[in-house]
């Protein structure tokens, strides 16, 4: 990994706990980070206990309140110095995050200048955390709004955006004045520790930022809701996880921010450009091999076009290339581990013995290890799979629809609700669809919908708040109404 890095002072094999790097834990434990393309080990980390995460959750306490004093401006300026950071170095954090992840190159750098877009748009947030005044309800009485970082954040976050998922909840936990205890996936920590090293240079204070490095996922959801100096939980992966960390955080009333799996439907009606369709349907499809939360998971095309759309698709999708994402060319990495690759192969399988067809893939590469072909399914149906689980790998199933009334019927029996996508040149369909999706995101004409400027966040099970944009400040505030009386 040092060989194929610039600045070899961005990777670590040291936690930040508390402002300072720890080379071991007090339990001697370690783990190891492995390169999901070969199974190379990448670096040893230490395995944290719960008493060196309270220590970081006292230290982020005690640093919190000077943070908060400072001026919006301040803060902005060092979070304006760590993007300009993040987008200096952003090809070896590229190379740290596809070693590390497996995503090809070209998409972990795009990934880091989304990462670093949220820690450049708080900044310019911090400046702008506005309250409000309300005329008075009694003649003597004026009434003031204001909005104060509500401290210590914990943030748990997962390994498909190792630096992305982490950057949009400290940047904005930073913007407002709260301290941040991060504890990225096991998988991906190297990441998260670059992007501390950079915040450290960028002149975030010792002890506002912490990066716990560890494999017990549990005791950290644990210790995060039973601890009182921590006042809120921001935590992006599945749904299950999210349910056990919302009845954890019940005893305390935790505030939370989740962001949970999705069960995205795609929809292209007889009347859309199939070109473009195709094209939205790669990019929010095939991205990191299928493994990401907004990706499309159901693909529901009218009985006018469906065919036409499988051929396109199968053509782009046969021209696609797996491998090592470190490799030029190379667009579909492999999946992160074997639980992954399992849980796509059972999806086609069931798919398969309920009658579906493989129109591209449907197995591993030659080249064996975590790889999967980019896999199209044609006539599936409801019954399957795929049609209610998050897949999470990059196989499209091919769905057939004949009414517009079914289609959304269909796009909508799932407990799930983060993005939706169709495409339609029609003005009042694309109204009347946009409207009744019942999803926290729907991308029209477009397959990629991923901003800092846009409320990023799901309703039903997917979770519980947003991220980005002027919204995603008021996950880390709380308001504070001030009656001012005898006036
Ligand atoms: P994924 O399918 O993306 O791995 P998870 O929800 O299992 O989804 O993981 C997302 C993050 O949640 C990771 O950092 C993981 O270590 C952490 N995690 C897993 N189980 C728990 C738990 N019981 N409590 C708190 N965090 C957990």
Redesign the pocket.
Known sequence: LLSKLKDKSLVTDKALVAGEWLAASESGRTFDVTNPVNGEALATLPNLTRAELTRAIDKAHEVQKAWAKKTGKERAAVLRKLYDLMVANADDLATILTMEMGKPLAEAKGEILYGAAYVEWFGEEAKRVYGDTIPGHQADKRIIVIRQPVGVVGA?????FPNAMLARKMAPALAVGCTMVS????QTPLSALSLALLAERAGVPAGAFSVFTGTE??M??KEFCENEKVRKLTFT??TN?GR??MRQAADQIKKLGLELGGNAPFIVFDDADLDAAVEGAMVSKYRNAGQTCVCANRIYVQAGVYDAFAEKLAARVSAMKVGDGLEAGVNTGPMIDSNALAKVQEHVDDAVSKGAKIAVGGKQPDLGGLFYQPTILTGVTSDMMVAREETFGPVAPLFKFETEADVVEMANNTEFGLASYFYSKDVAKIFRVAEQLEYGMVGINTGLISTEVAPFGGIKQSGTGREGSKYGIDDYTELKYMCLGGI
């Open positions: 748990i976050t997962p390994w498909n504890k990225p996936a096991a996922a549990s950290v959801g992966g599945s996880v056990i960390l």
